[in-house]
């Protein structure tokens, strides 16, 4: 992650949340008086944006703010301390909403991320992130999926080509809309095909596209793609994926599954900062 982006993000985040100053600290608090808070796990979790991110928040705040981090990718359990923090109250709490939300909200995707992994463990099979993610907070919510054992798809439209319903019907076939991408993309650069009938992998194959997606098929329809494929592409599943039903996916024997959930309908984590003052 670039952390001068990061950086210049965070700004923004601390400006649209303080904005013209703390009223109610302010007048509580001298400005010199300084203290000590700590973050606390109210139910288990896997950490992320705590070492990475939980930091840079204080810290834009106020480069005199200490911040003691757990490690990212660690487990935690209910009323663990994962940040202790230091430096003038009324930056500590300036800072503390964004710096939660943000905790929150990376260990909640991670924390899922880590449920989708263990429901496959022992298939080889990888858990892929999409691009449906938060405007704005994409490379973080990438990051906390890597964190939770998963990887990440494509991170922009530049990043991969994905031939969809759409491009499809606009080039009139799946063959044609490989070789148009193709006489127009870098040279060496793989060509994703999404695939919503046992035809249409038919036609992707013939036009030899290196990447396969099986979009919204039952697992019975997948295993008959998966050794239709017979390993000229790798097989990705997508559409649809519960907890409850990827296992039985993984075990069609596709090469990975891209679930949008990770990162949109991950819950938040219940994180709370305490202050200590003495």
Same mark, same amino acid.
């Given at each position: 992650m670039d952390t001068r982006l990061l950086i210049a993000d965070i700004s923004h985040f601390l400006a649209? =949340? %303080?904005?013209?100053?703390?009223?109610?600290s302010e007048? %509580? $608090?001298?400005? =010199?008086?300084?203290?000590?808070?700590? $973050? %606390?796990?109210?139910?288990?979790?896997?950490?992320a944006g705590i070492e990475q991110i939980a930091p840079l928040v204080f810290e834009t705040r106020n480069q005199a703010i200490r911040c003691q981090p757990v490690k990212d990718g660690s487990r935690a359990r209910a009323n663990d301390i994962l940040l202790t923090v230091s430096g003038p109250v009324v930056d500590l709490l300036a800072a503390e909403r964004v710096a939660l939300n943000l905790c929150q909200h990376l260990c909640g995707i991670a924390t899922l991320t880590a449920r989708f992994v263990a429901a496959v463990k022992g298939l080889p099979i990888k858990i892929l992130d999409?691009?449906?993610?938060?405007?704005?907070?994409?490379?973080?919510?990438?990051?906390?999926?890597?964190?939770?054992?998963?990887h990440n798809h494509r991170f922009s439209l530049h990043d991969q080509i994905l031939i969809k319903d759409n491009h499809i019907a606009a080039a009139g076939s799946i063959g044609e809309a490989v070789r148009k991408v193709r006489s127009h993309a870098p040279k060496g650069q793989k060509v994703e095909v999404e695939c919503e009938t046992l035809a249409q992998v038919r036609e992707a194959l013939a036009a030899k596209a290196e990447i396969i997606m099986l979009d919204n098929m039952t697992p019975a329809t997948m295993r008959k793609a998966v050794i239709l494929v017979d390993k000229q592409a790798t097989t990705e599943a997508s559409g649809g994926v519960t907890l409850k039903n990827i296992r039985r996916i993984a075990e069609t024997g596709v090469d990975c599954v891209s679930i949008g959930a990770l990162t949109h309908s991950a819950p938040a984590m219940d994180i709370s900062m305490e202050l200590i003052t003495r």
């Open positions: 649209e =949340d %303080i904005a013209g100053g703390d009223l109610t007048a %509580i $608090f001298p400005p =010199d008086q300084t203290g000590k808070a700590v $973050f %606390i796990a109210r139910q288990e979790l896997v950490v999409t691009r449906k993610t938060t405007p704005g907070l994409r490379l973080l919510e990438k990051y906390a999926v890597t964190v939770g054992g998963g």
